[in-house]
């Protein structure tokens, strides 16, 4: 079974930091993009920060200069800091790995992240 996994999500207060780790097996970790999207309660769910083909990156207005999408090929995980966080950023957050030929896309089961005094 294939699977990602998210993990590393919590209770924190406005403006301090959280990482976010995604665990990918090499066949999703091989993606041709991979990265995190998050939806709060009543929202759709939006992209956060990714990897795009050829390992640009690609963040969400509100989180630049915020958020770092990272990776270690190693551990075959994706990271996401999350720094000065807020209130709007409670969430819960997916990891993602997108394949373009085939148009499929693979989900983690999620992670909630509550930023909150």
């Known amino acids: 079974q294939v699977q990602l996994v998210e993990s590393g999500g919590g209770l924190v207060q406005p403006g301090g930091p959280l990482r976010l780790s995604c665990a990918a097996p090499?066949?999703?970790?091989?993606?041709?993009?991979k990265g995190w999207y998050r939806q709060a309660p009543g929202k759709q769910r939006e992209l956060v920060a990714a990897f795009t083909t050829g390992d640009g990156t690609n963040y969400a207005d509100s989180v630049k200069g915020r958020f770092t999408i990272s990776r270690d090929n190693a551990k075959n995980t994706v990271y996401l800091q999350m720094n000065s966080l807020k209130p709007e950023d409670t969430a819960v957050y997916y990891c993602?790995?997108?394949?373009?030929?085939?148009?499929?896309?693979?989900w983690g089961k999620g992670t909630q992240v509550t930023v909150s005094s």
């Open positions: 993602n790995a997108h394949f373009i030929y085939s148009g499929v896309d693979y």
């Open positions: 090499g066949k999703l970790f091989s993606s041709n993009t």
